[in-house]
């Protein structure tokens, strides 16, 4: 079986090298930037020569779905560019692909840093994510953020885990707080959902609870309770900015 990788990316010249270097052995890699103005493009150029740049941003799935189409080999595995295989989990991606038996796709377990800590609790850990599909049985949603793996057939469990650089510091934290609360708030607001303060606020505390006591975030220590505060921060945000594009001029 023949193997894709497809990688979208913007402004990922800090992590992408790692992240290409990691599936250099897959039969193709596909590369599609969404206008980056760092040395993404070129970092990514030195590893394939299927390297595209997409004039607009339409959100994650849609721009994912835009990969995929560009593969060709028979398998495909997902990758973000703050995201890395290592050997363990190669070994056992390629024992998958010669035996898949019904499988249609695989999820993979994702072990997550946040500022520089493995994060073990807080609900990040195993965090299953399904990125190794056949192709033409699996495509993503059409969310703008938080995309899905739709599969048409059975999924299968890999034990290695991924290895994902989430977070490296707190400024890219508010950066993708920022973003992901906003894309949040569009999608909510497009399926006719509304939220008042009350509605924001109770999110957030309830996210707090849930990611730092009911999934032991107090476990993974100080970078565990700044994990469960830009939790609460990023639903509180999204909730607000849902009640803004809902409330009418007054």
């Given amino acids: 079986m023949t193997l894709s990788v497809i990688v979208i990316t913007k402004n990922a010249q800090e992590t992408l090298e790692r992240c290409l270097a990691s599936v250099a052995w897959a039969d193709e890699i596909v590369v599609l930037d969404s206008g980056s103005g760092d040395a993404t493009v070129e970092i990514a150029r030195r590893f394939t020569d299927k390297v595209e740049v997409s004039p607009d941003w339409p959100g994650f799935g849609p721009q994912k779905n835009r990969a995929l189409a560009r593969a060709t080999g028979d398998w495909v595995l997902s990758l973000d560019a703050d995201e890395w295989v290592p ?15 019904d499988r249609v796709a695989f999820r993979i377990p994702r072990l997550s840093s946040f500022c520089g800590r493995y994060m073990r609790h807080s609900g990040w850990w195993p965090d299953y994510v399904t990125r190794l599909f056949k192709r033409g049985s699996a495509r993503f949603s059409e969310d703008l953020v938080h995309e899905r793996l739709l599969c048409d057939g059975p999924v299968g469990t890999l034990k290695q885990p991924l290895r994902h650089e989430a977070i490296q510091n707190l400024e890219e934290m508010l950066e993708k707080m920022n973003a992901y609360s906003t894309a949040g708030a569009l999608m909510a607001h ?33 970078e565990g309770f700044m994990l469960a505060v830009c939790n609460a921060e990023g639903a509180y945000y999204r909730y607000v900015k849902l009640m803004l594009r809902t409330d009418k001029p007054r």
């Fill in 87 to 101: 050997e363990d989990l190669r070994q056992e991606i390629e024992r998958a692909l010669q035996a898949p038996g």
């Fill in 190 to 222: 497009q399926r006719g959902r509304r939220a008042g303060l009350a509605t924001a606020v109770g999110h957030g505390l309830w996210t707090f609870i849930r990611t730092y006591f009911l999934r032991a975030g107090f476990l993974d220590g100080k």
